[in-house]
């Protein structure tokens, strides 16, 4: 099994890249470049790497790099920059999360390919009519007029639930929704949720990357946890005892 993993460079997409071959599993990634990635990760005889922007490849070359994975894994975002979060591409997101979907489907996949897609817990499940305050609705209206990222990740997300939809016989999804991600080195217990259980402005909890890459592979790698998950946007929190 081969999983595509695009943003694979970042602080997130790196540790499941690691994960995911420390299981076994093949996997192919697209990074601009390949300098965030540790040594022993470049050199492991199951890593392929393409060396590009995603937005930059050719309709055919996107799907001549999914034609034979099983699944594929955005965890793309925007740097922390004001060119990140302001500059060109504001779509990054969504329109990688479309072009790959449109790549997939153009295989024709006999069995469905798993997608999954990194979000946010600040992006709400509009499939669940997710209940939130007043001041939380004031605050996101706030953040979709001056933060083009956050839009980008509403709009990521809808471009599974209502393009590709919950019965597709080519395409998969889970969108998983961590809450302010922390750093930490080893994996430790978390919780999932189908809605966040606090507010991500007001009363937000904690996620360390190295989970959401733990929870990603489970996903990924153990069916059971697939079809628990399928169709669905889970909040991931570190477990308070953690």
Known sequence: MTTLIVGASGAT???????????????KI??????????SIQQHQNLSIIQASVLDLSDAELTQHVEDCSAVVSCLGH??????????????????TRRLCQSIKTTKPTTPVKFVLMNTTGNGNRDLSEKISFAQKGVMLLLRLLLPPHVDNEQAADVLRTEVGQVN??????????DGLTNEDDVTDYELHPSPIRSAIFDAGTTSRINVAHFMTEL???QDKWDEWKGRMPVIYNSEQS
């Not at 890249?17 to 599993?25: A, H, K, M, S, Y």
Request: proline share 5%.
């Open 220 to 222: 990924i790698t153990v």
């Open 30 to 39: 697209i990074v601009r470049s390949e300098t965030n990635l540790p040594t």
């Open 79 to 96: 740097t922390l920059s004001f060119k990140g979060i302001y500059g060109q591409p504001r779509r990054l997101v969504t329109d990688a």
């Open 169 to 178: 016989s080519e395409i998969e999804w889970v969108v998983v929704r961590p």
């Open 13 to 27: 997409g790196r540790l499941l890249v690691e994960q995911l071959l420390n299981r076994g599993e093949r996997v």
